[in-house]
């Protein structure tokens, strides 16, 4: 595999794992705004 095809894929799954954080930061949000 070539550096730029790993770095590829390290980019796709930084993105999912901070769209993941950010979509728990906003659940959590919410779940605080019902208590």
Do not use: H, P
Not at 13 to 20: A, S
């Amino acid at each position: 595999m070539s550096l730029s095809m790993r770095l590829y894929k390290l980019e796709g799954i930084t993105r999912d794992w901070i769209n993941y954080y950010r979509f728990a930061n906003i659940v959590a949000k919410l779940r605080d705004m019902d208590t």
